[in-house]
DNA sequence: ATGAAAGCGCTAACAA
DNA sequence: TTGTTAGCGCTTTCAT
């Protein structure tokens, strides 16, 4: 079996010291045409290539990017990844992921396992954030930005979608289809998509002169979020609210099976149901939800631009809070109002 | 900033060799209990952790496992690497991300960059793969499992669901059903898993004395999928397949839509429709789609199992070809025959 | 049980 | 442009 090749090796085939070998294949260095054809074919014949661990240890660049992820039932996350996992490529990094599930300990742990690995950069996805671990990770000098979070915390680079905008949208939308008894599912308290979403939302309501008819908590899980939509809407007649929104649209869909297929009510017709993401599903006729979208393309764009902007240039990066718009996509989930167009 | 604190460092804090301290850090190693304080001590002081990429140079192990997937938009592969990653995790591995897409070459290229990072094994997670990469990984030393399809190759492990079984299933359930204009819609023609299926749901049909009415391909793709169920089904009534099996969950998805929103046929009133994965959307009220399981669960084990073993003991680990049988989940959208129950 | 010393495969000064 | 030399931070004999 072939064993490790290694760059001394293809120096000894090719009649050349192993730094000139190092040298082929370092992008910016200075060989004469002749050495490195011949150091090429050498090691073409050998089947070497470079062992990206040893260099990174002189190097101190891994080209690995550690990727935080707490769960992916949610199917914005996967798309994300993908997307991310391939930007990434492009540049030449990887990705390497981590779970910041229970059977792994929790965040902290996690973040010092990636930094056992010398990454290179951080993304964290919908993670909660200690302002003490991310204090530690600018310690070590490791950029990180929050991909889908923000966080109160100075001098940490987030990307999210306009939140807040997103809410006071789906708030808008309603109210112009004259809805008066309107309700929020909201998800897990502690993350700020969720408390921006609501607080657009609110506050739309309130410029409005309308309060919120009902609220619960669905923690951005199927289950909860059912139960949720059961508390809110299985109940007499005239204290049901006439619309619905919920934080995002994993939870929506949820709700829109409880509100047609447990409790018999028609949508839009009884209730208008409005979500958060435009994930695909949104998009099948079975749903056809009228949703705020995330434009995950831009939002990875911008994570992979500020993450590369920190860990080439370091001293002129600096932190920033991007915030895309998205817009409200019009489907046939909720009442559309006179003047607005699908 | 806390800069990178090495084990020479943690040494000479705990006044021993810096030996002394890379043993305290490696499980199997002798140290007294006292140096061992001494040692840990120290380091906790100055947030020692040793440096994975080190280790790796010296031991040849990485911890690092590279994972190879082409694409995430069939919901099954996301839950897969999230539970694949999980137990990794726990095994003190990691997973490396490497997207076999267009934008980033050809699966060749990939392994190379794979291989690039030392990893300690491979998976590949329904990725078409040749038996001259295959070669290249046991060259190398790289133990590889293949994940969701298998491959006519010697000597190489793959874990699957029993996609045989799988479609026979199907097709015996159809059968009982009482039908007799049955189609199918394939997956993409190069996947083990599009092959075995259609090759199991025809022999039963076949053990039945039934012809198959009516063939399409998807390609395991939304868009395709909606044109293959178009052609089937968009025509005289009585050229109409009375029933449909699909490749897989994502393409079943896909053809209700079209047959219900787009053709407004019933289902299964007009036509039974059974898919196979049994993804999460599969069981949404809107869909309650019949199809045959894939127990990812299982499948992970068996994954890492293997992989372990060919990692921890690769005199004695033989390659193997794990199918595993999934049930047939028994919902609304194929009508089920007398006897049969949910 | 512990320390000294020799690398793992590579990059990056530094000379030549 | 090239070769020589010195490490990167760690594990692992080998003595002691």
Redesign the pocket.
Known sequence: MAE?V???QVAQRAG?????V??V??PGA???K??AEKVKLAAAELG?R??VL??A???GKSRIIGLVVAYLENQFYPTAIEKLSNALQDHGYHVLVFLASQTSGNVEDVMDEILDYQVDGIVTASVAMSSDIAQRCQAAGVPMVLFNRSQDIEGITSVTSDNYAGGRKAAEFLLAGGHNRIGYIGGWEGASTQRDREAGFLAALKDAGTALFARETGDFQTEKARAAALRMFDVAPDQRPDAVFLANDHMALAAMDVLRFDLGLSVPGDVSVIGYDDVPPAAWPAYDLTTVRQRANLMVEETVAALMEHIDTPETANPRRVAIDGPLIIRGSARVPEGWTK
Not at 16 to 20: G, I, K, L, M
């Open positions: 490790k290694t760059s001394l050349v010291s192993q730094s000139a190092s040298r294949f370092t200075s060989v004469s002749k050495t070497y470079p062992n040893a260099r240890m002189v190097s």
